[in-house]
C-alpha cells in the first residue's frame, strides 16, 4: 500500500494538513497538488473547522517540484502544461481566498511552489534554525508566475523583484523581516507557537467576522478608491447584520466575556 502524499485530520475544530512525502523533500508534483487541494476543499466546507494548519513530515517544509516531476514538465505538451498550471493555480487561490485562516508552520526549506504555499497563508511560524524561503526558479530557467501576484501582495514589488530575479534563498530571520513570516521562533517552540496563535483565533475571535475579512482583502487589489470604499461599506453594512455581530456587539455591550 503506498503511502498518501497528504494526511488529513480534524479536531477541536482545527484541520490539520500534513504534506507527507519527505524522501521527495515533500515536493508539490500533480498527484500532490490533486491531493491537497482535496484536503483544502474539505476544510474550506466542513462548519466544525474554525483553523486550517498547514505543515509538513520530514527536515523540508515544501523544496519545489523533484527531478522527476521536471523531466515529466519538459516532455509535456502546451496543453498539458497548461492543466497542470491551471490546478496548481486553483490551489494556491483556495487557500488564499479560504475564509477560514491558515496556519502554516515551516521547520525546514520553502523553496519555489513551497515557498508559494508560504505566499499565499495567512500565519507563517518559521524555525529561525531550519527554515529558509524562495523562488529559485530563475537558475533552472523556470519562472514562478503563478504565485507572483500573491508574492508582490505580501511582500511588495520591490522585494518581490528581488527574490524572483535573483533567485536568492532567505533565511528565517531574512524572510520575517522582509514580511514573508509572521513569526520566527526555535524549533522546540513551533507547535507551542502555534498552538498558541490556534487557541487565539479560535477562543477570541468570531469565525464569521474573520472570513468576511479575508474575503475583502482578497478583492480588494486592484479597485480605486472609490471601489474600495464603495466595496468596504457594503461589507461593513453586511457584517452589521449577521448573528456573530449581533452577539458580540451585545456581549461588549453588556461587558461579559465572550467565547467564540
Not at 93 to 113: D, F, Q, S, T, W
Request: charged fraction near 20%; glycine fraction near 8%.
Amino acid at each position: 500500500m503506498s503511502t498518501p502524499p497528504i494526511l488529513y485530520a480534524t479536531g477541536e475544530r482545527v484541520a490539520r494538513i500534513t504534506l507527507n512525502r519527505p524522501a521527495k523533500r515533500n515536493a508539490l508534483d500533480a498527484a500532490m497538488v490533486h491531493e491537497l487541494t482535496l484536503a483544502l476543499a474539505s476544510a474550506a466546507k466542513d462548519p466544525a473547522v474554525k483553523v486550517v494548519i498547514l505543515q509538513a513530515e520530514g527536515p523540508a517544509f515544501c523544496a519545489g517540484a523533484d527531478l522527476e516531476e521536471l523531466q515529466r514538465i519538459a516532455a509535456n505538451s502546451m496543453e498539458d502544461n497548461r492543466r497542470d498550471s491551471h490546478a496548481l493555480a486553483a490551489m494556491f487561490r483556495m487557500i488564499y481566498e479560504m475564509r477560514k485562516p491558515v496556519v502554516a508552520i515551516v521547520n525546514g526549506p520553502a523553496l519555489a511552489g513551497g515557498c508559494g504555499l508560504v505566499s499565499v497563508s495567512d500565519f507563517v511560524i518559521a524555525s529561525q534554525e531550519n527554515a529558509s524561503f524562495g523562488y529559485p526558479e530563475v537558475r533552472i530557467g523556470f519562472v514562478p508566475s503563478i504565485v507572483m501576484s500573491f508574492l508582490v501582495q505580501r511582500v511588495g514589488e520591490g522585494r518581490a523583484r528581488a527574490l524572483v530575479l535573483r533567485g536568492i534563498t532567505l533565511k528565517a530571520q531574512e524572510a520575517y523581516l522582509w514580511g514573508l513570516v509572521t513569526e520566527i521562533v526555535p524549533a522546540k517552540d513551533l507547535q507551542p507557537t502555534a498552538e498558541s496563535l490556534m487557541g487565539e483565533l479560535l477562543t477570541r475571535n468570531s469565525a464569521t467576522a474573520m472570513g468576511l475579512c479575508k474575503e475583502v482583502l482578497a478583492k480588494l487589489h486592484g479597485m480605486t478608491l472609490e471601489e474600495s470604499l464603495e466595496f468596504g461599506a457594503n461589507m461593513n453594512a453586511a457584517a452589521r447584520m449577521t448573528e456573530d455581530c449581533k452577539r458580540g456587539v451585545g456581549a461588549f455591550l453588556a461587558k461579559q466575556k465572550i467565547e467564540w
